[in-house]
């Protein structure tokens, strides 16, 4: 079975660019999030969802990150504009829920450069 | 709010057994993961306990006491490829979002 996927990989852009990351969660699963890691902070939640609704986006650094999931198969990551603290990997996840124990399973990641 | 605390940096050498800890203080507990992460890739599941106890599966065991708020992660009979940052992670009642510790790299030398 197919993991989490999470494209691109790697993104290098420059300040004051729009960024875009997207993950496909593992099918079946209700819950996706997104995180943020850094040498500086370790691992940070920054939203996650539910059957496609968000439920808590108290991560979401400021106005310039949004995230959207449009269908149980799709959701995006968006920074406009990027700044260079933004650099950082991106993680997304997804779980069957906290009914089936709430295994969190880990895409790839997205490896952001901002210059 | 919480506090999850581990040790930054461990070593260990190839066939001995390390226990890596984990504090936690949070009110509403409801679970506590361990991942692992190897460096440049994502965190991988490695165990799950709710409740009180010792949960063993292979080389790893993981161990939680509820009203100490600590849990230890047991690796056993270490190999070179148990190298990583090893991810201690709380939820509370009534959400489904972890919280992780900061993580602690243990480097496992011949």
């Known amino acids: 079975d197919a993991g989490v996927i999470q494209s691109p990989r790697h993104e290098v852009t420059e300040m004051g660019q729009e960024v875009t990351l997207r993950c496909k969660p593992i099918?079946?699963?209700?819950?996706l999030f997104w995180y943020r890691q850094t040498m500086m902070r370790g691992l940070e939640l920054l939203i996650y969802?539910?059957?496609?609704?968000?439920?808590?986006d108290s991560g979401m650094p400021e106005d310039r990150f949004s995230a959207k999931m449009p269908n149980a198969s799709f959701s995006t990551l968006k920074i406009q504009p990027s700044e260079p603290r933004d650099s950082a990997v991106y993680f997304c996840?997804?779980?069957?829920?906290?009914?089936?124990?709430?295994?969190?399973?880990f895409g790839p990641g997205t490896r952001l450069t901002v210059l | 709010g919480q506090n999850i605390d581990q040790p930054t940096e461990m070593t260990a050498t190839e066939g001995a057994i390390v226990q890596i800890n984990c504090t936690y203080q949070?009110?509403?507990?409801?679970?506590l993961f361990w991942y692992q992460q190897h460096a440049g890739e994502a965190p991988t599941f490695l165990s799950y306990?709710?409740?009180?106890g010792l949960e063993e599966k292979g080389r790893f065991s993981s161990f939680l006491s509820r009203s100490k708020g600590y849990s230890y992660l047991l690796l056993k009979e270490l190999q070179m490829k148990d190298s990583a940052s090893y991810l201690c992670?709380?939820?509370?009642?009534?959400?489904?979002?972890?919280?992780f510790g900061t993580g602690t790299r243990l480097q496992v030398f011949p």
């Open positions: 969802f539910n059957n496609n609704v968000p439920i808590d």
């Open positions: 949070t009110s509403g507990f409801n679970g």
């Open positions: 306990n709710v409740l009180d």
């Open positions: 099918s079946g699963h209700d819950y």
């Open positions: 992670a709380v939820r509370k009642v009534n959400t489904d979002k972890l919280i």
């Open positions: 996840a997804s779980s069957l829920g906290p009914g089936a124990g709430g295994t969190q399973y």
